[in-house]
């Protein structure tokens, strides 16, 4: 049976996530009833990684096996077509070797979190950023994320129903830019990791936020981090600021 690897962008607002649920929307059940419309019998896709309610993806990745060869041009089109209306879509898509797998082949993850500060409401972009009201302190914020880079205990900064076997996670980048956006200012926060606790991302992102408002000081995010115990974390942030950007492979499945 030949394997497929799919790079999938999708909006998350509609959806109860990415992994399937019984009586509930999810990405992986959009693709898959797509997928057998053009198969015999439906098949199951595995994804590198499991977005929750409301985040997005425009660099998600996941494989398939079929049973007929396809070139990934058709199959990509394929796909698409039956994916309407869905705000789902394939953008790339590329045969692969049968030992190749979306979520253990993968060497890291990267996630943007999207930010924007000002006082009127947000309109074109509702329901993709995270709208704070206050002006956010950019030096602030990166002082308090530069205590998080490297092999930490990452226990405050994991949701407390997560199944990650050790809360132990090496965090490899946490980059802030500072965006001009009308009549404010956007904030994107980039985290890349081979791999991520549950509400990590959200939870640091929300803890950091609190520093640029001035809430907390630079120094509290490491007194939090060593402190090894949830309550010790600021608020999480809400998913729909949240997007699954790329993840990386040691051989890039689309770029052969």
Known sequence: MPRYAFLIEYFGAPF????RQDGQPTVQQ???????????????????????TGVHATGQVAHADLTRPWTPYRLQEAVNYHLKPHPVAVTACALVDEDFHARFSAR???????????????????????????????????????????THDFTTF???????????????????????YPAGREFRFHLRARSFLHNQVRSIVGTLERVG????SPERVADALAARDRAACGPVSPPQGLSLTGVGYPSDPFNR
């Open 30 to 52: 959009a693709i898959e009833e797509a997928l057998g419309k053009i198969e015999p019998a439906e098949p199951r896709i595995a994804a590198a990684g499991r977005t929750d």
């Open 158 to 180: 994991r949701a407390t129903l997560c199944q990650a076997k050790s809360p132990v996670k090496s965090l490899d980048e946490i980059s802030i830019e500072d965006c001009d």
């Open 16 to 19: 109860n996530g990415w992994q």
């Open 213 to 216: 408002a001035g809430a907390w």
């Open 108 to 150: 890291e993850r990267r996630y943007t979190f999207r930010v924007v500060s000002r006082r009127a409401p947000v309109v074109i972009d509702a329901g993709r950023v995270w709208q704070v009201r206050q002006p956010l302190d950019l030096e602030a914020m990166r002082q308090g994320a530069a205590a998080l880079i490297g």
